[in-house]
Nanobody, 111 residues
Framework: QVQLVESGGGLVQAGGSMTLSCTRS????????MAWYRQIPGDQRELVAS???????KYLESVKGRFTISRDDAKNMVFLQINDLKLEDTSVYFC?????WGQGTQVTVSS
């Protein structure tokens, strides 16, 4: 079993910045690939950013240049730096590791 705990969400004005953090309880087979998803209630979850074990990153097209995913393997943590927040970034953000999911952290962007 792996526990994932997100933190760092909250209310922020459009144009602001925010960093989300996710701590996992352990690593499996030396694999540290993780990802961030987001979901608006009633809508499907969408993959926002991922980071492979080798460090390769991928982003949802609409967040490229504004979102940065990074990882601290020594601390079993993954981060999502969000800059120039937009109203449409309002969502619950989840981190994932294999088929494990965190409880999510709410990000609300105000005008």
């Amino acid at each position: 079993q792996v526990q994932l705990v997100e933190s760092g969400g909250g209310l922020v004005q459009a144009g602001g910045s925010m960093t989300l953090s996710c701590t996992r309880s352990r690593t499996i087979l030396g694999i540290s690939a993780m990802a961030w998803y987001r979901q608006i209630p009633g809508d499907q979850r969408e993959l926002v950013a991922s980071i492979a074990t080798n460090g390769t990153t991928k982003y949802l097209e609409s967040v490229k240049g504004r979102f940065t995913i990074s990882r601290d393997d020594a601390k079993n943590m993954v981060f999502l730096q969000i800059n120039d927040l937009k109203l449409e970034d309002t969502s619950v953000y989840f981190c994932t590791f294999f088929n494990y999911w965190g409880q999510g952290t709410q990000v609300t962007v105000s005008s």
